[in-house]
């Protein structure tokens, strides 16, 4: 089902810190994040669902599922049922099993 390399699936924690102008970048959710007022991530698994986990009330989390598929070489293409997310694009410009880093894929 993916062209995917292996280590981008699992749950990924969005690392602020160390983002730059295009590229941003997440850590596994087992990474000694300093402190921060909640953190936003994901969940991807091979069998095609993904799970968008945002900041909720109480810098807490909530979860909305969907799925993916790939938009052609390292694109992640996510969508999720009517009105409850919004579809997206990413590029993987590198992962390894600590880091990933994705950047806002728009069509040419």
Do not use: C, N
Not at 44 to 68: K, L, N
Not at 77 to 100: A, C, H, K, Y
């Amino acid at each position: 089902m993916t062209d995917l390399p292996p280590e981008v699936f699992g749950r990924w924690i969005h690392s602020h810190e160390e983002d730059t102008a295009g590229t941003t970048v997440y850590r596994r959710s087992t990474h000694p994040f300093p402190p921060s007022r909640g953190r936003r991530g994901f969940e991807i698994h091979p069998d095609g669902t993904f799970v968008r986990h945002a900041i909720a009330a109480a810098d807490g989390s909530t979860a909305v599922r969907g799925r993916w598929t790939t938009g052609g070489p390292a694109r992640i293409q996510m969508t999720f049922p009517d009105g409850v997310g919004t579809p997206e694009t990413v590029e993987v410009i590198s992962v390894d099993r600590e880091v990933l880093k994705l950047r806002k894929w728009s069509p040419p």
